[in-house]
């Protein structure tokens, strides 16, 4: 493999989902144009790219789920499918320059800070070497599948695949399916699997609150109602408040909890009128523990003939079908894993080592975290979007990724301000946040013992931010000056602010 070597950037952005877009856009804006991004895939995306499973679409309101700057404006769809989430990338993308920057095909696979230099040396799985000044991680927390290492798993003899690495060759007409997990994406391709196979059955480890999502499309009031001057803003603010003042609470149990979770119940009361798989479907902890599920077509599924439900824990898989704890052989010719993300695993299988050589791995041993989820002691020059607890289940993700970016753009101009080679989050911010983080996080449902990803193995919460996005936005108000200091390079490479 031959080795392309010197080459700089001032700025390198890793992945071109939602947060490397949308940096890319901040820079160009800002007249800040070397820069590049690079993504290891063969175009831009992100998980809009990877998850090509039937029936994916986003559970947030597109005029929610878009940028301030770039705002979705259709009048008739409110809940786009990933085709079109993916063709809005696209479009924000070019209306932005920015494949011009883009690099596709190119897999970051180390990056090094180089304290001589006060540079990042990056290397990728295609040969190229390439340094920056500074090196900001746009990979998201949805991007590596997670399947579960269930005894036999490589013994079985039919095809089988996770919902984001969708086999579409695979022939799944008039064949028994038995597809593994109950989430977002298990309710989202049941359907159209139970439409074509023989059979389904579903492997359900925990039941999921779900909640009716509305129709995909607006009605003709509404439609014309969005037509007016001025009505898509007031609507996108709207959908904002909505759910910092009724779902952001919820997730600390409050008042919205209660009748969340009688919604909840009466929908699956109304949908399922057998006791018994009522009873398996109910969850038996606080709703929002895990990613409250909108959907409205998984219970209907359920009542189908040839779909089945099966809440006994996975034992094994065998060449032909899967075994139970409790004695249960389902025999199966393809297996769907709907099993969710690793989430926790940050920037994996990235290796970052920051200053004096620390390796940002060996730092998050425990669980990852990062001041607001985007910048790291120790690691100068970098930062993180969409980093360790800064995942809103309440609400909007891009939006929380404008917050972070409109902050790094700040970081960004003070350094060019006080001249500085490098800056740094000092370790008294991060030891402030991290008490601050610690407090909020206890009074969450997230504190329950629910398994989900939002949690490392180590139990430490790693994912969600515990509050509104108003307030993530509050907080970042304040100037990176009070948070973060110049670096002075030493022998010792100390700390700054330690």
């Known amino acids: 493999m031959e080795v392309v070597e010197g080459l700089h950037s001032t700025v390198v952005v ?40 039937p029936g994916c679409n986003c559970d947030v309101p597109a005029h929610m789920y878009s940028f301030s700057f770039a705002p979705y404006r259709d009048t008739a769809v409110r809940f786009p499918g990933r085709r079109r989430t993916l063709e809005y990338l696209r479009s924000v993308a070019a209306a932005e320059g920015l494949p011009a920057h883009l690099r596709t095909g190119t897999a970051v696979t180390e990056a090094t800070y180089s304290e001589p230099e006060a540079r990042w040396e990056l290397r990728t799985a295609n040969g190229i070497r390439l340094t920056a000044d500074i090196v900001i ?245 970098a930062f993180l979007i969409a980093g360790p607890n800064s995942f809103t289940p309440a609400g909007s993700n891009p939006t929380m990724k404008e917050h972070q970016i409109s902050y790094i753009m700040r970081c960004l101009r003070w350094r060019d301000e006080i001249g500085a080679a490098a800056i740094e989050v000092r370790a008294d911010a991060m030891a402030a946040h991290r008490e601050w983080l610690a407090d909020a996080l206890a009074t969450t449902v997230w504190s329950t013992d629910v398994p989900s990803w939002y949690t490392h193995d180590s139990g430490a919460i790693t994912n969600p931010w515990p509050a509104s996005v108003r307030t993530y936005a509050r907080m970042l108000r304040r100037p990176p000056a009070l948070s973060f200091a110049p670096v002075h390079h030493t022998a010792t490479a100390e700390v700054v602010g330690a």
């Open 137 to 381: 991680f746009a990979v998201g927390q949805l991007h590596r599948p997670n399947i579960p290492e269930i005894p036999g798993r490589d013994e079985f003899g039919g095809a089988s695949f996770h919902t984001a690495d969708w086999d579409h060759a695979a022939a799944l007409r008039g064949r028994r399916i038995a597809l593994i997990g109950t989430g977002s994406s298990a309710a989202q391709c049941l359907p159209t699997l139970a439409d074509t196979a023989a059979s389904v059955r579903i492997f359900q480890r925990t039941p999921q609150w779900i909640l009716p999502k509305p129709a995909p499309e607006f009605g003709p009031a509404t439609r014309a109602a969005l037509r007016l001057p001025g009505a898509q803003r007031a609507y996108r603010w709207g959908l904002h408040q909505a759910a910092d003042s009724l779902l952001a609470p919820m997730m600390h149990r409050r008042w919205p909890a209660r009748p969340a979770e009688w919604a909840a119940r009466q929908y699956l009361r109304r949908s399922i009128a057998d006791p018994v798989l009522r009873g398996r479907l109910t969850p038996d902890y606080p709703i929002g523990a895990k990613r409250i599920v909108f959907d409205s077509h998984f219970y209907r599924t359920l009542r189908r003939d040839n779909v089945d439900l099966a809440t006994a824990a996975i034992a094994r898989i065998t060449p032909d079908g899967i075994l139970t704890a409790d004695g249960g052989r389902y025999d199966a010719d393809v297996i769907v894993y709907a099993t969710g993300f690793r989430a926790s695993e940050f920037l994996a299988p990235i290796t970052v080592r920051g200053r004096g050589g620390r390796s940002l791995r060996d730092r998050w041993r425990s669980g990852p975290d990062a001041f607001m989820g985007l910048a790291v002691p120790g690691f100068p020059n």
């Open 14 to 53: 890793v992945g071109s989902g939602f947060g490397g877009i949308g940096m890319g856009a901040a820079l160009r804006r800002a007249g800040m144009d070397d820069f590049v991004i690079l993504e290891e895939s063969s175009e831009l995306g992100g998980v809009w790219r990877d998850n090509t499973y």
